[in-house]
């Protein structure tokens, strides 16, 4: 089955450089996307198509990509970037399905 | 601006029925991939159906499939999302997505309404 998996938590620093990865075998065939949720509200997309950034999103906030697995990096985190991060790509083997890796919360320490 | 606003949670009991709404503005709606997601407490997002731009493609999770049936009305800029036989395992915020231009992301989402599913 389609999977992608990421670390359950990552914690930097303000001013650091935050890296959260999402692995999975059919990443390099499926555009990745990210998403970021604060607890009560709802996700907000960062990075779509692997490495582009809607407008309105900040230059800190970019993404990548290598193999299997896919990189949101945030330079210089503020407090602010503290949230849960989801990223997210479509199975298109057979019909349709769009999967969500489990989440990683960020926690600005 | 894209506004996305979800109706029709609540409570309801095991195997009952329940219809969500989600009244779309700001956008062209007959013209996107729209979707629901869940999220259930304390747990991650999950995707739960998609449709085309013209609801002639439904596509469901194995979680849900033959049980709940995404719709849309183009005429009333609104995205539906029927559930049948829910059992505590749907209790969760269900959220309003807009399919981004690729078709691949979701670049809007609603507040979410929620469901409960308990005797």
Not at chain 2, 68 to 97: G, H
């Amino acid at each position: 089955s389609y999977e992608l998996t990421q670390p359950p938590s990552v914690s930097v620093f303000p001013g650091q450089t935050a890296r959260i990865t999402c692995s999975g075998d059919a990443l390099p065939k499926q555009y990745a996307y990210w998403y970021y949720q604060k607890p009560g509200q709802a996700p907000v997309l960062v990075i779509y198509k692997d490495s582009a950034r809607p407008s309105g999103i900040p230059e800190r906030f970019s993404g990548s990509t290598s193999g299997t697995t896919v990189t949101l990096t945030i330079s210089g985190v503020q407090a602010e970037d503290e949230a849960d991060y989801y990223c997210q790509a479509t199975d298109s083997s057979g019909t349709y399905r769009w999967v969500f890796g489990g989440g990683t919360k960020l926690t600005v320490l | 601006q894209v506004q996305l606003a979800e109706s029709g949670g609540g409570v309801v009991q095991p195997g009952r029925s329940l219809r969500l709404s989600c009244a779309a503005s700001g956008f062209s709606f007959s013209t996107n991939v729209m979707h629901w997601v869940r999220q259930a407490p304390g747990k991650g997002l999950e995707w739960v159906a998609g449709t085309s731009y013209d609801g002639s493609n439904e596509y469901y999770a194995d979680s849900v499939k033959g049980r709940f049936t995404i719709s849309r009305d183009n005429s009333k800029n609104t995205l539906y999302l029927q559930m049948n036989s829910l059992s505590a395992e749907d209790t969760a915020v269900y959220y309003c997505a807009k399919g981004d231009y690729s078709n691949y992301g979701m670049d809007a989402w609603g507040q979410g309404t929620t469901v409960t599913v308990s005797s």
